[in-house]
């Protein structure tokens, strides 16, 4: 028998609970299974977590009206398949937002950290930039209308690595201070392109990625992406200064537009300068850390003898967690479950899609 009817947060439902209430929906998308029935494969959110759903023998009509509302109000039961918890819904009903007076950012999972504090030590590494026309570049970038205001809630990414509300200046800031060791340990690199590059490298993100409708791509995002954006914003901003030395203008460009590093991750450059290996690498270095610690967190108890997680995609190994770790979760971290089970097609033996590791996302 089931647990009895509830609304609560997706971080603390179990197997065998049913469950009912209105959740965010994201990546929903309608599929055909073997037999020919229409199928849709989605992550509910709210938010503490995001959980993988799925809704059998559905159809197109019930598919256009959740593309067409971001909200679900759901009656479900939760089940288990290879250690992850998923949703198996039985009923559902759109909801209006604007009927309900319900906005995205209230179901998403959002940074532990004080957003006015991380803005304080971004605010504190741009008037330490000394060279005065770089700064007033990166000032004319930052008041670009609007980006303030969504620097605040942005994530850093769709789901592999600060992947919540305020994500991407909690990443932002991280990469400041790695950036000031970094010139501490090796005070030739030029401090003020560095520093410059790990404020704009990411900042395009702001209009890449939506939170509407969970994290997703933008128009922008899927065509140009944040590489090109931030060139874009660059070039605008250059001549709005007007003064700045044109080799520095060409290294700023070089180290957003080299940041990912490799070729076939997006970068149209490899990075050619101290500072774009430096930003590079540093940049890698959290996000995969970060990355880590979120698996961690999100890690179901396993036996004594097997601390392994499942296979990370971001880090192409299955992860191991020594006994030592005592990480605390904090709240607000994404909680990330497998694909539809197919324990749970029924009788017709109908089977979900394969789903892409990363979902899309970089893995950093």
Known sequence: MGGPLDQRSLDSITSGDRLEGIFLVAGANLKTARNGKFFIPMTLRDHTAGVKAVRWESSQEEFREIDRNPFLRIHGRV??????????????????????????????????????????????????????????????????????????????GKSMHHAYIGGLLEHMVSLLKLADFVCDHYPWLDRDILISG?????????????????FNYTDEGQLLGHIVLCCNWIDEASRKVGDIDREVLLQIQHVVASHHGQLEFGSPKKPMTAEALALHYIDNLDAKLMGYMELFRSAKPGPEDSRFGSHAYMLDVRPYFPRNLDYQRPPGFTTPSSSPSRSSEGRDGTGPAKVTPGDGDLPF
């Open 198 to 214: 790990v404020i704009l490298h990411d900042i395009a993100k702001t209009t890449e990625l939506g939170i509407d409708n969970g």
């Open 79 to 156: 089940e288990e398949y290879q250690g992850n918890l998923q949703i198996i819904i039985d009923t559902l009903e759109p909801v209006s937002a604007s009927e309900a007076g319900l906005q995205a950012a209230e179901f998403l999972p959002r940074t532990p950290c004080d957003i006015e504090t991380l803005e304080r030590d971004l605010e504190q590494r741009i008037v330490s930039i000394k060279n005065e026309s770089l700064r007033s570049l990166v000032v004319a970038i930052l008041e670009r209308p609007g980006l303030r205001d969504q620097l605040r809630v942005s994530p850093a």
